[in-house]
């Protein structure tokens, strides 16, 4: 028995697309590349992981972002599965998220988010292949979205200069310590959600409007 080929997620990384193995250097205002080129920071003025983009190249590596693929989506609220920009109708954009109702009232009003949105026909295969949505996902409108922070390794100068490793953490636009990541993943906060049902989204079953 031939097992089925799995669709490939737009945002998932491939073996053939290395990390690029770039110098980073600690400056007064925050960590950068040695041989830094405009388009390595957002508009917010973040660096971003360098990653080769050789999509479909070897092996696809399900449990692992792309962070250029990733952020692309995040920005332009396209199809985490297929690319093809996210559905939206007059209650919002399309999300599949984990069913975490019981976490707060009105959820998931408020809720930070790094998985990218999905067009329609992609949901279903979404829910059934994405190993944190199987079994307890959500369907959700989402009216705004609001690019807000970024998932990423954090630096510190050393006291000769020279970064130091730190962990990884969310940190928010606006806030000092972004001067210091090399960011992985966009993440955006939800407002003005509805729940709906996944097989037709056009009627809602909730709602978590403030």
Known sequence: MIAPVLPVPY???WSGEQ????????RADGIAYADEQPDDRD???VLWNGRACARGVDRPRFGEVHPIRQREAMAHLLCQVCGAPADRDESGTLWLLEDNRADWTGW?????TAHPPVCLPCARQAADLCPHLRGRY???RVRESDACAVLGRRWAPTALGTPQRLDKRVI???????RWVTA????????GCTVVILDDTRQPTSSCRR
């Open 108 to 112: 998931p009003d408020g809720l930070m």
């Open 172 to 178: 928010p636009y606006g806030n000092p310590a972004a």
């Open 11 to 13: 945002i998932a990384a």
């Open 19 to 26: 990390a690029t193995e770039r110098r980073l250097v600690c």
């Open 138 to 140: 959500v369907a959700v």
């Open 43 to 45: 508009q917010y003025g």
């Open 184 to 191: 992985g993943q966009l993440i955006r906060s939800l407002h």
